[in-house]
């Protein structure tokens, strides 16, 4: 398996931070207009504990989650049952539609081509099918600009470049304007962006680093050895710290983009 392919979601790091992670969940459900009977698929489900929460929300028929990580849906198995489903799969492939609703929280960012991804997902849409999806878009706060900056910095170093081969992961999310116009373009009659900064309050800077532990770093540990994935984290946690206020507790800020349509009710 190419290192890149490695699992390295860990359902147990991802759940730390489960409350913050729940909010804007909580918001993308309340942008969803529920109809009765509903087909829900949920791309990039994770744990799937909010996908079942979902289900049950929505009074839906039969709710799937897809997921590309084994081991989080080892973790998802225990929420099955009662029309939920999981099964592993790249969202970026996903069939078996027409759904009334195609879910995604916090997954999109993973995908390349946004243009192509959305046009698909729309396609899946039954008439009168609805699009809720929350995409991360925090490549501005130092979190992410520093592990770029780090990844950059590690190229110069020749065994660290070597199982890096150059690689600085760059987000794929575009701006909120492009994908209302994305959603036009796709001939949505009803659309909705919205932009929403969170503040989450940890308890100390030093948590900034387990929350992207659990995240945006799990594509630079795939690529490293553990020794070096060990020191790539040292350099980026004494980086990320010099350069975060001090306080306790910490506000971590973080910026988040929600896009909301539905496909006409006309076949
Ligand atoms: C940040 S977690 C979000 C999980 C869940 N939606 C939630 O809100 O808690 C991102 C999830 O996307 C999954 N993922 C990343 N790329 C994927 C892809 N190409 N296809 C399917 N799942 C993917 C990861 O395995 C991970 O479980």
């Known amino acids: 398996m190419p290192a890149a392919d490695r699992d390295v979601w860990d359902p147990d790091r991802y759940a730390r931070f489960a409350d913050e992670r729940r909010a804007p969940f909580l918001d993308l459900l309340a942008l969803v207009e529920p109809r009765a009977g509903m087909r829900v698929v ?3 489900c994770g744990t799937g504990e909010l996908t079942r929460l979902a289900h049950e929300r929505l009074g839906a028929r039969e709710t799937v989650g897809v997921d590309a990580s084994a081991a989080m849906l080892e973790r998802a198995a225990a929420s099955a049952g009662g029309g939920v489903a999981f099964r592993q799969g ?12 195609v879910l995604s929280n916090a997954a999109l960012h993973w995908v390349p081509d946004h243009e192509a991804l959305l046009a698909r997902l729309a396609s899946l849409l039954a008439p009168g099918g609805q699009l809720a999806i929350q995409i991360p878009a925090n490549e501005e706060h130092p979190s992410h600009a520093i592990a770029r900056a780090v990844a950059r910095a590690v190229a110069r170093e020749p065994d660290l470049a ?9 987000s794929p999310v575009l701006a ?18 919205r932009v929403e900064i ?9 948590a900034v680093v387990e929350w992207v532990r659990g995240t945006l770093l799990t594509d630079y540990e795939r690529r490293l050895s553990p020794e070096a994935y060990a020191r790539f984290l040292e350099r980026y946690r004494a980086r ?4 975060l206020p001090d306080e306790r507790p910490f506000l971590y800020t973080y910026r988040r983009i929600f896009l909301w349509a539905r496909r006409s009710a006309a076949p």
């Open 42 to 44: 949920d791309l990039g």
């Open 90 to 101: 790249d969202l970026a492939e996903v069939d078996g539609g027409p759904y009334d609703l």
């Open 162 to 170: 070597a199982l890096l081969g150059g690689f600085v992961r760059e």
């Open 176 to 193: 909120p304007e492009a994908y209302a116009r994305l959603l036009w373009s796709l001939g949505l009659p009803s659309r909705r962006v």
């Open 198 to 206: 969170y503040g989450h309050a940890l308890p100390e800077p030093g």
């Open 240 to 243: 990320l710290l010099a350069t």
